[in-house]
């Protein structure tokens, strides 16, 4: 799988640079980060470093305007995070493999806090031609080891949100969540603001904690040989299908199994997200409309 699945009219480039990549993604939010969650993070760090570590090459924290060449640090600048008290000015920290701030992330570990340090989110993306196991293993380490409220991991896009020019990619966000239902439209800093509301959508895996199993009849998922469920000690992980899959609806590939899981889940889609796909006449304004429209899009 590469990047050609994003038709012409979906590329960004811009001063030879490629803004936007189809990337193979995990998500993860949690409520508290307590030292469970963050020896938890720590583990999936570790398992996905071998893969990461020839790959990234820069880092930015909170409190750095630019990126900087991550050098021999290796994992330190996530460790530091990990281990620092919560700060304002020192909540967020990212490893990835841009030299220019415009390019797309394809490779990169980011974890963020909020509230003090208490809610936030670590999400991983890869670039789409991995094997998409590593998502199966970043799960179950999620609901076995850290205390998660909800997340996803499948095929998402990479691009840099913090780029001056992002609005040029995320005008184009619309259209290709609308065509190909399997890939994920970002939004990890706008769904932090709301995670104990409710998941965000479903994916390939759809991750929920304890409190949210309690809340939907996963037995009702049991009737479909195709949708796996693994059990871990902080919630479940619901694996729709073999391997991850982009859909197009053009092609009649609407992502059936996704459909399947969406409806089940629906009860618990945050029906109030906050708007982050733009509005068709606007490059600044976000259409609540829109946004939803996209949400719920796998509900039926």
Known sequence: MTNSILSDAFRVTVDGLEMLKLALGATIYFRDSTDVTKNGIAKIIDLVWPIMET????????????????????????????????????????????????????????????????????????????????????????????????????????????????????????????????????????????????????????????????KVRLEDLGKEARVSIYSGRFGRAIRAGEVPTIGDVNKRATCELYHIVGRVLEPIRNKTHPAFILDASSRIAASAERTEHWLSSLDN
């Open 55 to 214: 790959r990234v090459k820069s880092f930015q924290t909170t409190n750095m305007k630019q990126i900087k060449k991550l050098g021999g640090l290796g994992m330190e600048p996530l460790r530091t995070m990990l281990a620092a008290a919560p700060s304002p000015v020192f909540s967020s920290t990212r490893i990835d493999n841009r030299l220019k701030p415009d390019e797309a992330p394809d490779s990169s570990i980011a974890l963020a806090l909020k509230g003090g340090g208490k809610a936030g989110h670590f999400a991983l993306r890869f670039p789409a031609d991995t094997e998409p196991d590593i998502l199966v293993k970043i799960a179950r380490i999620a609901i076995d080891e850290t205390e998660i409220a909800h997340g996803y991991c499948g095929f998402t896009l990479a691009y840099n949100r913090l780029s001056l020019r992002s609005s040029l990619v995320e005008e184009k966000l619309f259209a290709i969540g609308m065509r190909h239902p399997g890939i994920d439209l970002p939004s990890e800093g706008n769904t932090s603001f709301v995670i104990a509301d409710g998941i965000k959508r479903v994916n390939w895996i759809t991750l929920l904690g304890s409190d949210l199993v309690s």
